[in-house]
């Protein structure tokens, strides 16, 4: 981390979990747990049934709400679908977009993951892009390659100002949800491909300036030595953020110098 120049975030993902019932009680134990964190900005995102009583209660956690996908497209008839204006206008901050298992399962393209990228600047959300190698890439010596094909697709026409306001997470697949997590020394060399991809294409200054995120097995074991890492600004947290001792316990690990 490096608070001078930019945010640290630690951000929980959800996934398809969580009922809307069961936020209040989950935003009172992280109330509890971690009254309040100057230091990072604690962010979950939720399904987007759980959103209205996210900003509800999670607020009082001093906690921002983000969703995990949104549409490409800015309404009509898209049935099924949830826009980037839906999302604004309920007061949402954050989006994850390009999750592997969105690209994995439902047909998320480094194309759409750019053009909802556009979408959600467009309207001030932040979104929080996510990149990363399978086990086999990694094998083959891709990842730099893989890693900076998916940075510059995911930016494409997106202005520095716009860039901006963007997060980046870098998710190994192979250490999302199998406790296979990389170490600290591998996940702050893609962190740092990833920097010196934003400085190729904005400038030293917004390099400087982005969080760049980890996530992949995260949790309240191995976060403090990840997020002593220069380039590591944070985490995107599945498995341990639904349990409010663990998440917290994360969010504590990122209170250092
Ligand atoms: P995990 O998930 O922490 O359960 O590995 C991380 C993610 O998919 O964002």
């Not at 049934?49 to 949104?70: C, F, P, R, W």
């Not at 490409?72 to 390009?98: C, F, N, Q, W």
């Not at 697709?153 to 990389?182: C, D, F, H």
């Amino acid at each position: 981390m490096n608070r001078k120049y930019r945010k640290t975030i630690i951000a929980g993902n959800f996934k398809m979990n969580m009922l809307p019932g069961e936020i209040r009680a989950y935003a009172e134990s992280m109330k509890t747990l971690v009254p309040r964190a100057r230091w990072c900005e604690t962010v979950i995102c939720a399904p987007f049934v759980d959103l209205t009583a996210g900003l509800k209660y999670l607020k009082e956690a001093h906690i921002s709400v983000g969703a995990q996908n949104m549409s490409e497209h800015p309404g009509g008839a898209y049935t099924g679908e949830v826009s980037g204006a839906m999302l604004r206008d309920l007061g949402v901050k954050y989006v994850i977009i390009g999750h592997s298992e969105r690209r994995q399962y439902f047909g998320e393209t480094d194309l759409s993951v750019n053009e909802k990228v556009r979408a959600a600047l467009e309207l001030g959300l932040h979104p929080i892009i996510c990149v990363g190698e399978s086990a086999k890439q990694r094998e083959l010596g891709l990842t730099e390659s893989l890693i900076n094909y998916q940075v510059r697709a995911a930016l494409a026409e997106v202005s520095g100002e716009q860039a901006r306001k963007a997060v980046i997470a870098y998710e190994p697949i192979w250490a999302i949800g199998t406790g296979n997590t990389a170490t600290a020394e591998q996940a702050n060399e893609v962190n740092r491909l990833i920097r010196s991809i934003i400085r190729s294409v904005y400038g030293a200054r917004a390099a400087r300036a982005t969080s760049i995120l980890y996530g992949g097995s995260m949790n309240e074991k191995n976060a403090y030595e990840l997020l002593a890492q220069p380039d590591i600004d944070g985490g995107l947290i599945g498995g341990a953020s639904l349990v409010p001792e663990k998440f917290a316990a994360i969010v504590n690990a990122s209170n250092q110098e």
